[in-house]
């Protein structure tokens, strides 16, 4: 794409100008964001090989323990996930003693489902503890305030995920 020169007259393609300069740390800054993001998916894949469950169920899991207990249609709300392939996602992880489910107190419906600790501290955090070690190593070279610019731009990047997912999802 060419872009028309400033009125100083120079080209914004010049080598060394403010604006080439620029385009090439936003494009760096985007290739970052893309292999964190592969890195991710690729140590979610190997993570529940060694766990010996599937990437979905390894999803699920991480959703709940981030969430706390939930019904088993939020649970597919936000996987995007049909109830009928969370039923058998958590027929998998019952049977494997990742979770339980329960009937709502409150209307006999509903199902919620909760984690099963004792098997999750057993089999899952063994799995990511180097990896949340190697994070915190690294939070830890950050002043407060650079932590809290991290955790900004974190958020920013989770809610253009969400977002994302919702466009994709509603078709």
């Keep these: 794409m060419e872009e028309a020169g400033d009125e ?5 393609e010049q080598d ?6 620029r385009r090439r740390l936003e494009s760096e800054f985007l290739l970052a964001v893309r292999r964190a993001g592969a890195g991710l ?17 390894l999803n699920c899991l991480n959703i709940l323990a981030l969430g706390g207990h939930l019904t088993a249609g ?6 995007g996930l049909t109830t ?13 003693g990742f979770v339980r489910r329960e009937r709502d107190p409150g209307d006999r419906r509903r199902v919620i489902v909760r984690l ?15 990896v949340i070690a190697a994070w915190r190593a690294v ?33």
Excluded: C, H
């Design 8 to 12: 100083r007259g120079w080209d914004a």
């Design 16 to 21: 060394g100008s403010p604006d080439r300069a």
């Design 41 to 57: 998916q690729l140590l979610g894949a190997a993570s529940a090989d060694t766990i010996g469950i599937n990437v979905t169920d």
């Design 74 to 79: 939020e649970l597919a709300k936000r996987t």
């Design 84 to 96: 009928a392939s969370i039923t058998g996602v958590l027929d998998r992880l019952e049977e494997a």
């Design 116 to 130: 099963e600790a004792g098997r999750g501290m057993r089999d899952v955090a063994p799995v990511f503890a180097p």
């Design 139 to 171: 939070a830890a070279q950050y002043t407060d305030d650079e932590l809290r610019l991290i955790l900004g731009f974190q958020e920013q990047l989770e809610q253009i995920m969400r977002d994302r997912l919702v466009e994709l999802r509603s078709g």
